[in-house]
């Protein structure tokens, strides 16, 4: 390891390279791979988006997460003081605290939709989701609970203790622990579900729609929808410089980023050959039903396409919601602990005062979030209630802005030597492409991050 100027910090770690992977592709992995990627596909063509998607995470997706983990390790600092570490006496530190800030805010909104997914899956579990239900019975229910004054707090709560207990145990015994679970379930529930769907009657539509790619549908929305969205999926811009700084120098980075943009893809489109059998398997319904999908569009299906077998009318839904609360928990569980290692590094607090913290003031605003989508409904900054002012503040404006000053700082700030020397841990590992990555992250996705900018104030 070569000499590194950067004052090194005794602070926590991932003991393994394995567990620290995983744990960073559950950060990645969540609702945006089993719930938005589908609903995008939809919207977009099918197959034309995904090819456009796939060559846009080589292009983009994978340098910006190669940026954050260089970062991440070489301060050896969660996200909001990274930037200073590396570039004292500077103003930098404003994309530090951004990515802070963002990850606290997403989370308190987020942690609203885990709960929902919870909710389903505890009504698909008992049996109560898909009973005697048709058409617009689905989407009653579905507005009828998160208009409720109770029961989306109660999830909240519970959700939020989840993820509390799991953000409190620690980077190893907690964070760790649990990715080494958690992932390896998500991908064995989501195979075998994948299977399943197998033996739909749409089957044979559904793969058509997602792989018979058709050249005329790739059009400049196409192109920037698929941008959007290889952004939201990685997580870019939320604070991953936390969860890099936990590395080891054992861990080679270009490799790891690399296969966290495969693990990302992989989930989506084994969510895709689950969903779009699912839909074309129900006449009506749309592969382009936007946020419905997950809760109005899919129970439905799961009741219409089972209807002759009780046991998969209980099994798959089960098995199905399942598996997206575990995604959205590991995702939730990253944006929690960007919070809880700036307050514990910041303020000097101990990991359980810092994740307590952490959970009580996001569970309050949560709570209130979710409450003015019903009783309290009076709550509209700027027309929209705070659910959705949350998810637009932070979406269209400060995520690409941190996203922006990242890669910004890697391809104009940092020296070119100290990048590579990083990347490689100090001539340990081969980086044949360190002047495409350069030039990448200089040039390529500077431009196209103000292209996101604009595109989604103006269309």
Not at 61 to 76: H, Y
Not at 209 to 217: A, I, T, Y
Request: glycine share 10%.
């Amino acid at each position: 390891m070569s000499n590194n100027t950067v004052a090194q910090h005794s602070r926590a770690a991932f003991v393994s390279k394995l567990g620290g992977l995983l744990s960073v592709a559950g950060s990645a992995v969540g609702l945006g791979n089993i719930w938005r990627f589908p609903t995008q596909v939809g919207e977009n063509g099918g197959s034309a988006f995904l090819l456009v998607y796939m060559g846009i995470i080589l292009l983009f997706g994978v340098p910006l997460l190669l940026s954050e983990f260089v970062i991440g390790r070489r301060a050896r600092a969660n996200v909001g003081r990274a930037y200073t570490e590396l570039a004292p006496g500077s103003r930098w530190g404003i994309v530090g605290m951004g990515s802070s800030l963002v990850a606290f805010a997403i989370f308190c909104y987020y942690v609203i939709i885990v709960a929902w997914v919870l909710y389903y899956f505890v009504q698909s579990l008992t049996g109560q989701l898909t009973a005697g239900g048709e058409g617009a019975h689905f989407k009653e229910q579905f507005t009828d609970f998160i208009t409720n004054p109770y029961w989306p707090i109660v999830c909240t709560a519970v959700t939020m203790g989840i993820i509390h207990f799991i953000i409190q145990a620690g980077v190893e015994k907690g964070i760790e622990r649990s990715s080494k679970f958690l992932m390896p379930a998500l991908f064995i529930i989501l195979l075998v579900l994948a299977v399943v769907a197998i033996f739909m009657p749409g089957a044979q539509e559904g793969y058509r729609f997602l792989f018979d790619f058709d050249p005329k549908q790739v059009t400049p929305s196409v192109c920037l929808s698929a941008l959007g969205q290889c952004f939201y999926s990685f997580s870019i811009g939320m604070g991953l410089v936390t969860y890099a700084s936990y590395f080891g120098h054992n861990v080679n980075l270009s490799r790891t980023a690399l296969t966290v943009g495969g693990l990302d893809t992989m989930v989506a489109i084994l969510a895709g050959l689950i969903i779009f059998p699912a839909v074309f398997s129900v006449p009506g319904l749309s592969p382009s039903s936007g946020a419905g999908l997950v809760f109005v569009s899919l129970p439905e299906v799961f009741s219409t396409a089972f209807s002759g077998n009780a046991i998969l009318t209980w099994f798959v839904p089960t098995l199905f919601y399942f598996i997206l609360f575990v995604a959205a928990v590991t995702s939730a569980m990253f944006l929690h602990e960007v919070a809880t290692a700036f307050v514990q590094e910041k303020l000097g607090y101990s990991r359980k005062k810092s994740a307590t913290l952490i959970s009580v003031s996001s569970l309050i605003v949560a709570c209130v979030a979710s409450l003015s989508q019903g009783p309290w409904d009076f709550i509209r900054p700027f027309g929209m209630n705070l659910v959705d002012f949350l998810d637009y503040t932070t979406s269209k404006i400060i995520l690409p802005l941190t996203g922006l000053g990242s890669a910004i700082f890697i391809g104009w700030v940092m020296k070119k030597e100290d990048v590579i020397d990083e990347i490689t841990s100090g001539g340990t590992f081969r980086f044949a492409w360190s002047r495409m990555f350069l030039f990448i992250i200089r040039y390529i996705v500077p431009v196209l991050i103000l292209v996101i900018m604009v595109s989604q104030f103006v269309m």
